[in-house]
């Protein structure tokens, strides 16, 4: 692979985020996709990356620090993550969640979350590979009507 560089999440990312979310999900994203994006590229505390080749923006992953939340200590969210469809399977997603996983851990930080769709194989196979397992949490869900 040529050079690729892992680097901090910045607003100007949105559109090839945009893009590259668009692409995986096969659907435009929701109105307020672009607002969410950039308020995460603005938070300083938080470990937010983009994977770029070439100059182009390939992969993102946005994650953030959940300072409380029903008894953990201070912990890390991974909430997305994507690579471009044409640049899946080449250690993208590795790389990112690695340069996360070092960020977290300068900050003191030991626990690392994320959750995932039971039927979602590919992901859960990438989160297995990097060593997620299950945790005490169950997700519940309201649907408001």
């Given amino acids: 692979m040529d050079k690729l560089q892992i680097r901090k999440l910045s607003v100007e990312d949105t559109p090839a985020i945009k893009r590259i979310y668009s692409d995986i999900i096969q659907k435009p994203v929701a109105d307020d996709f672009n607002l969410i994006?950039?308020?995460?590229?603005?938070?300083?505390?938080d470990a937010c990356v983009v994977a770029e080749r070439d100059g182009q923006v390939v992969g993102f992953m946005i994650s953030y620090i959940l300072t409380m939340g029903?008894?953990?200590?201070?912990?890390?969210?991974?909430?997305?993550?994507?690579?471009?469809?044409?640049?899946?399977?080449?250690?993208?997603?590795?790389?990112?969640?690695?340069?996360?996983?070092?960020c977290y851990k300068a900050q003191g930080i030991k626990n690392v979350y994320t959750s995932v769709r039971w039927n979602s194989t590919d992901l859960l196979s990438f989160f297995k590979t990097m060593d997620f397992d299950r945790s005490d949490f169950i997700n519940l869900r309201k649907v408001i009507e």
Avoid: C, N
Wanted: glycine letters at 12%; aromatic letters at 10%; charged letters at 30%.
């Fill in 37 to 45: 994006i950039e308020d995460h590229a603005r938070r300083q505390e």
């Fill in 70 to 102: 029903f008894g953990i200590s201070k912990s890390a969210w991974i909430a997305t993550l994507g690579v471009d469809p044409r640049y899946m399977g080449q250690g993208i997603g590795e790389l990112m969640a690695k340069d996360i996983f070092r």
